[in-house]
């Protein structure tokens, strides 16, 4: 056999299965803990697996009736080939992933003006409660501009429903009056004058009507 021959049998090895990468098993089909595993379970493994090594020895077979040493050994070279090229570009992928998270964790270092890692991440850990306390200022917020929208619209609706149902106009002036005070000083007052109630009675109709939440 010459060495056009060799390079030939090596050719036709290709990768077929490359997600067996890190699902190492013995020949048995046992699960073998990748980095438990020696350097030839890998390789067994790889080969026999992860490419078509097996089918090629079997087609060699079938034209000629055998295998020579020779020709399992360029089949054996070819799937080595073929493995390292995997192993290299997988290697390339993690170097460029962890030069894209270092360039990220230099720059919110300089950003934050923090000198290490475990600074960063301290820092980070305190905006992060930081952010959750926003977030639930702004629920109480929108929470508030529900409960205001609300009143408005029921506001609106009791006003026509005074005007349908031909109110008389002196209890209407006396709920516009109500429905304009902005304050429990004001409402305490009108109170007292619309109802003839003692300032006490009234804070207590009023306070018992206000909501009271931990921000």
């Given amino acids: 056999m010459n060495s056009e021959e ?17 699902r190492v098993t013995d020949q048995h089909g046992h699960t073998i803990e990748y980095d438990k595993a020696d350097g030839r ?17 079997n087609d060699i077979r079938t034209d000629q009736g055998y295998v020579s040493n020779r020709q399992s050994k360029q089949a054996t070279t070819g799937s080595a080939e073929q493995i390292i090229e995997i ?27 923090v000198g290490t890692a475990s600074a960063l991440s301290q820092t980070l850990d305190a905006w992060s409660s930081k952010l959750k306390e926003v977030a639930r200022l702004e629920n109480s917020q929108r929470t508030l501009q529900v409960w205001n929208d609300t009143y408005r619209v029921q506001r609106e ?21 109500i429905y304009k005070t902005r ?16 300032k006490s009675e009234v804070l207590k109709l009023v306070k018992s009507a206000i909501r009271y939440s931990k921000l």
Avoid: C, W
């Fill in 41 to 57: 379970e890998l390789f067994n493994h790889y080969r026999h697996n992860m490419t078509n090594y097996d089918q090629v020895l």
């Fill in 87 to 113: 192993y290299r570009d997988e290697h390339v992928r993690v170097i460029r992933d962890s030069q894209k998270k270092g360039h990220i964790l230099k720059t919110l270092m300089q950003k934050v003006g």
């Fill in 6 to 22: 060799d390079f030939e049998i090596r050719g036709r090895v290709k990768i077929t299965e490359s997600e067996e990468l890190y």
């Fill in 183 to 198: 304050s429990v000083g004001k409402a305490t007052a009108l109170g007292e004058e619309l109802f003839e109630l003692e």
């Fill in 157 to 177: 609706l009791v006003k026509e429903v005074l005007v349908r149902e031909d109110v008389p106009e002196e209890v209407k002036q006396n709920i516009t009056a």
